[in-house]
Structure formats: structure tokens, C-alpha cells
């Protein structure tokens, strides 16, 4: 199944009607720009409630929430890797923002999954980069589980989207 149970679209993560839909956070968990303030404007401000009973997440961490006013019954919450020009572990903390939702979804039965382009946004992870980074933990993790049934990347503009959609295409030569 290499590569065909990744969907990679261009379109708006707020408006996914997936279990869960994943937020590119940061530590303090308390919204921001981007994807996280799209995410806590369309959820509504008992998103943020809860939000602030979780004590922040470490980078390449992953916390839950419910979904509320969202089509998705959950929010995963991850915070990505700050680039730093990639002597820092970036790779590796990005690989784990994946892996790290992945495995909390699987613990609340969550079944269909949409990802953002984590870190590739204000925190500057060069997207080239980062999209074989995420299809590679994604098909990794899937490999070992059917609990999983679909991950969607819901991509925002051409260039992440054909990023994205390169990176399963080549991974499933
Ligand atoms: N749907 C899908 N993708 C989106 C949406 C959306 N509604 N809005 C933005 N994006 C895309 C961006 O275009 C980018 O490709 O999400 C990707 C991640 O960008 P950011 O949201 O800037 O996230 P990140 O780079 O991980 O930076 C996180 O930014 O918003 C703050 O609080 C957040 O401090 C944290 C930092």
C-alpha cells in the first residue's frame, strides 16, 4: 500500500471532515498565526479553554484536544521544529511531530488523519525538505498499522502541494 494511502490536497485543514485534524502549534499551546490561528478562529474560543489546561508541548511532541465547533472531532496539537539550518536535529524533530500524532491518533481510535505542512510556514523548514521528511514517518508508521485508514496533507498553495505530492511519488517508485 507504499504510497497510496497518502492523499496529498490543496485546500483548507479547517474545513476537513476527517476524526482529527493536526495543528503546526507552538510550545505554549495558546494560538498563533498561520494554520494555528485558522484552526482557533474555526474551533471556536472553547478550543483555547482547553487548551490551557494542557501545560504547553515540547517541540516534536503531540497533545489532543476535542474538536468543537471544527467538522473534526479531534485536534492534535504538535509543535515543529524552529529551522535552524539543519544542524540542530530539525530532521529528526520534524519526523517525530509525525510519528508522535500518529501514535496518539491510534490511541483514541481516530482513523482518518489530516496533517498541515508543519514547520514549513514561520518557522521556515525549507519545504523541499521537509515533505519527504513527513511522507517517510507517514508511510512508516502506516506500514505497521491498519488502525490508521487514511492521512490526508492538506496543502495551502501550488509549491507545498507539488512538494508534498513529489515526495509520494517518489516514495512509491
Ligand atoms: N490550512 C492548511 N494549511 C495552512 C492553513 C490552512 N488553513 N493556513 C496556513 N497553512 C499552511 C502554511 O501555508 C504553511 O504551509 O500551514 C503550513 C505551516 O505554516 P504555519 O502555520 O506558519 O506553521 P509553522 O511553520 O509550523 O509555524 C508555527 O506559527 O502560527 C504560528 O502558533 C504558531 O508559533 C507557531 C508557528
Known amino acids: 500500500m507504499v504510497g497510496s494511502s497518502i492523499e496529498v490536497i490543496e485546500g483548507d485543514i479547517t474545513r476537513q471532515r476527517v476524526d482529527a485534524i493536526v495543528n503546526a502549534a507552538n510550545p505554549a499551546l495558546l494560538g498563533g498565526g498561520g494554520v494555528d490561528g485558522a484552526i482557533h478562529r474555526a474551533a471556536g474560543p472553547g478550543l483555547l479553554t482547553e ?3 494542557l501545560g504547553g508541548c515540547a517541540t516534536g511532541e503531540a497533545k489532543i484536544t476535542k474538536g468543537y465547533d471544527l467538522p473534526a472531532r479531534w485536534v492534535i496539537h504538535t509543535v515543529g521544529p524552529i529551522w535552524r539550518g539543519g544542524g540542530q536535529g530539525e530532521d529528526a524533530l520534524l519526523a517525530s511531530c509525525y510519528r508522535n500524532s500518529l501514535t496518539l491518533a491510534t490511541r ?3 482513523r482518518t488523519v ?3 505542512s508543519i514547520s514549513t510556514g514561520a518557522y521556515g523548514f525549507p519545504v523541499a525538505r521537509a515533505a519527504p521528511i513527513a511522507v517517510r514517518e507517514i508511510e512508516r508508521f502506516l506500514a505497521h498499522t ?3 485508514h487514511r492521512v490526508t496533507i492538506v496543502c495551502r ?3 507545498t502541494y507539488h512538494a508534498y505530492r ?3 511519488e517518489e516514495l512509491a517508485e
Open 166 to 168: 513529489d515526495a509520494v
Open 114 to 116: 489530516a496533517f498541515p
Open 146 to 148: 491498519t488502525a490508521i
Open 108 to 110: 483514541h481510535g481516530i
Open 157 to 159: 498553495g501550488p509549491d
Open 51 to 53: 487548551c490551557r489546561t
